[in-house]
């Protein structure tokens, strides 16, 4: 009853915001299986000025989830005021922080938690939670001073035993899995801040730290079940861009738990609309490396964008194909097709998990 | 009195021995106020139409939030000095990119956020006529949007006529007629700027100042991380 409530709030505000508002679906369909899955949507995101320097963002997802329906949801997903002065901004309320430069994995996006039970690198926005914070951006110049303090820290969701994929090992799989922690306000706060400088020769480099749980938690069996262990850690990250002659380099590390994950890259656009990238990765959690390339093209005539992602790793079997179509069609309408290959016979690598689950996936949304 | 005042004014301007800075900084000033101003833009391309609202502070400062296509809203984009960012809504961050990058049709992002060629450039008299200068430009370091251009500016008002963008070899790129001349923020300014592919011909994209206006903004509007 609550979910229907919350839905017809959604659907008028829909009616009559003026801001963004998208209607779409996410279709999967699996290979070597007979599962698929369906998401239909609906989002707005709305701006509404109070005064000339006081506004409030406000965004909500409603969704279904086919065939399960077990994940029908209606989510806020911002909800927060923004006072701007002449060298400041206040947000404060519900909100989503990406840190970084990187593409992909996003490994300095450490304010806010994911909901892994769709594919985990799959449109990794969606997959982040809220939180309900306050953040204040001073600008010193060059220097910009960004404090973020979130006053209850939510948690990582994990796919469960069922979701197609799961990352639990399969010989765990059976028990049963229990969390068992419990987050408060302001006892089970969370904090930190972004040091940002702008240099003179156009490097832009940012330093991080960040006070949290973790959001990888650790899975420990007692008494015949899994229990979900988070632990209270520091981060630590330094994050660079730098433009050199068209090319762009940048650099995403961060240290949790005196390990390092470490992302760098380049690339460059070039005038007939190519884009070409291509990143290293190093996770010494793990102690595994890997690359990545992507290439991007926007036809001219017609608006398709064709786009090919390979991320393939250095020291292990990790092999993963993302070609991608999608076309913009004049009436607000995007169509998009991409596909998800795997190795098949991946023994060592991060993506073991995946081994015969690529998919195909047909998205469409309408923006109005 | 005031005609012949005026014949001598003409006759200064017409014979006098301008160099390629002060040519370039005359034609500068008419593309747009020296303070802090606002224009809306509308871009206009084979495939498309585009609307943006866009912010200059100073010399290095701009903003420029996408009005139009609708599903491009929010794409806002912040060049500081030589650096440009773009927000990406449906990533909700920030992503470097260069100012060569396209921004839509024919137009690069450095067209609309970065008006002034002093400073950028370095030019040079190529050759001259009764009616107008013809200036080669040398971009004075990687990364600007363009590595040369070629301008004609009238010398009867220093208004930039046409030009062509080049590559760093001195391949046409583009070429570009500045046109529609009107009252705008307390001059007259170029208010269409026609862009084509100097390959492709028919391949071009309106560039139109639908109003401008002098206006200053706070700093804080001016911040990478102020984006959203």
């Known amino acids: 009853m609550k979910k229907i409530l919350l839905a017809l709030i959604l659907i008028q ?25 369906a998401i239909p949507y609906l989002y707005f995101a709305e701006k509404i000025t109070f005064l000339p320097d006081l506004a409030l963002y406000a965004a909500a997802r409603a969704s279904l989830d086919i065939p399960k329906n ?16 002449n060298h400041y901004t206040v947000e404060t309320g519900l909100q989503i922080f990406n840190w970084g430069e990187t593409f992909g994995v996003n490994i300095l996006d450490l304010v806010n938690p994911r909901d892994y039970h769709e594919f985990i690198f799959d449109d990794l926005t969606w997959s982040q939670i809220p939180v309900w914070s306050a953040k204040l951006t001073l600008n010193l110049g060059e ?3 960004i404090p973020i303090y979130t006053i209850k820290a939510e948690k990582t969701v994990y796919p ?7 990352f639990v090992p399969e010989s765990l799989k059976s028990l049963e899995r229990i969390d068992t922690q419990k987050y408060k306000a302001f006892k089970n706060s969370e904090y930190g801040f972004k040091l940002n400088y702008l240099f003179f020769n156009n490097l832009d480099l940012s330093l991080i730290y960040f006070n949290h749980y973790n959001r990888r938690a650790n899975f420990v069996v007692r008494n015949g079940k899994l229990y979900t262990e988070n632990s209270r850690i520091q981060s630590y990250g330094i994050t660079f861009s730098y433009d050199y002659a068209s090319l762009i380099f940048r650099g995403d590390t961060v240290q949790s738990q005196d390990k390092i994950q470490a992302i ?16 290293y990765h190093l996770d010494k959690q793990v102690d595994k490396s890997w690359g990545s390339f992507r290439v991007k093209k926007e036809l001219e005539r017609i608006p398709l964008t064709l786009a090919f992602m390979d991320f393939f790793g250095l020291d292990n079997d990790d092999f993963w194909l993302r070609p ?43 923006l109005f | 009195m005031k005609k012949i005042l005026f014949l001598l004014c003409y006759l200064n301007l017409a014979w006098a021995n301008f160099s390629a800075d002060e040519i370039l900084k005359r034609a500068d000033e008419i593309r747009n106020p020296s303070e802090s101003f606002f224009m809306q833009v509308e871009v206009v391309s084979n495939s498309d139409t585009s609307l943006f609202d866009v912010y200059l502070q100073g010399k290095d400062k701009t903003l420029i939030k996408t009005v139009l296509p609708k599903r491009d809203l929010g794409r806002n984009m912040l060049m500081l000095e030589d650096s440009m960012w773009i927000y990406i809504p449906n990533l909700k961050r920030e992503v470097r990119v260069s100012l060569n990058q396209k921004l839509s049709g024919q137009t690069a992002n450095g067209d609309i956020a970065r008006l002034r060629w002093v400073g950028d450039y370095t030019p040079t008299i190529e050759s001259e006529d009764r009616e107008s200068w013809m200036l080669n430009l040398n971009a004075n370091r990687k990364g600007l949007t363009y590595d040369k251009l ?12 046409s030009g062509t963008y080049l590559t760093v070899s001195g391949k046409p790129l583009k070429l570009v007629q500045f046109t529609e001349y009107k009252e705008m923020a307390g001059a007259t300014r170029p208010s269409k700027l026609i862009i084509e592919d100097a390959l492709k ?28």
């Open chain 1, 143 to 145: 220097l910009t001073f």
């Open chain 1, 264 to 279: 760098y890259g380049v690339d460059r656009n070039f005038n007939d609309n190519w884009v070409v990238g291509m990143q």
């Open chain 1, 160 to 166: 469960t035993a069922d979701d197609y994929f799961d």
């Open chain 1, 13 to 37: 505000v829909n009616l009559y915001a003026e801001g963004i508002k998208e209607l779409g679906i996410k279709t999967n369909f699996y290979d070597k299986s007979d599962t698929y899955s």
């Open chain 2, 150 to 161: 070629k301008l004609v500016i009238a010398k009867k008002n220093f208004w930039p006529k």
């Open chain 2, 201 to 228: 011909t028919g391949d071009l994209s309106t560039l139109t100042i639908k109003t401008m206006r002098v206006e200053s903004f706070k700093e804080s509007l001016f911040n990478k991380n102020s984006l959203q």
């Open chain 1, 70 to 85: 077990e994940r029908d949801q209606v989510d806020p997903r911002e909800f927060y005021l923004k006072l701007s002065g």
């Open chain 1, 324 to 366: 991608e179509v999608s076309y913009n069609a004049k009436n607000g309408i995007t169509y998009q097709i991409l596909a998800d290959l795997f190795r098949d016979d991946n023994r060592d690598g991060m993506l073991q998990v995946f081994n015969e689950k690529n998919r195909i996936s047909v998205k469409l949304n309408y």
